[in-house]
């Protein structure tokens, strides 16, 4: 079973920056962490960023686009969201998010759908105060 650990998370104020990191083990081999999604009570989980597997490609949640960037070290079964200009609506729990697929093109693409994922972290919360 593969385990995804999340942290990084916290209390900040706008405008600052937060660095979430996720790290697998057990058997990762094709199932590392893609795509940072992020939950609040008021909302449905919603992806915020995904990278593809294979490659480098990438895909943002429109609100977070030129503020997130998600980033991979699968040398170090670890991924990455640095988090910049933060604003309260950002104040949600954010869960890392591992898939497996028999599919080869699953893992060309950044998945950005829930349902697709098999693998969840504990999540991570992040507060933005104003």
């Known amino acids: 079973q593969v385990q995804l650990v999340e942290s990084g998370g916290g209390l900040a104020q706008a405008g600052a920056s937060l660095r979430l990191s996720c790290i697998a083990s057990?058997?990762?081999?094709?199932?590392?962490?893609t795509a940072w999604f992020r939950q609040t009570p008021e909302k449905e989980r919603e992806v915020v960023a995904a990278?593809?597997?294979?490659?480098?490609?990438?895909r943002y949640a429109d609100s977070v686009k030129g503020r997130f960037t998600i980033s991979k070290d699968y040398d170090h079964n670890t991924q990455f969201l640095e988090m910049n200009s933060l604003m309260p609506d950002d104040t949600a729990v954010y869960y890392c998010a591992a898939f497996s697929s028999s599919k080869s093109a699953d893992y060309r693409v950044p998945l950005v759908v829930a349902y697709r994922y098999k693998y969840w972290g504990q999540g991570t919360r992040v507060t933005v105060s104003s």
């Open positions: 057990g058997p990762t081999a094709n199932n590392y962490p």
């Open positions: 990278v593809s597997w294979v490659g480098d490609s990438t």
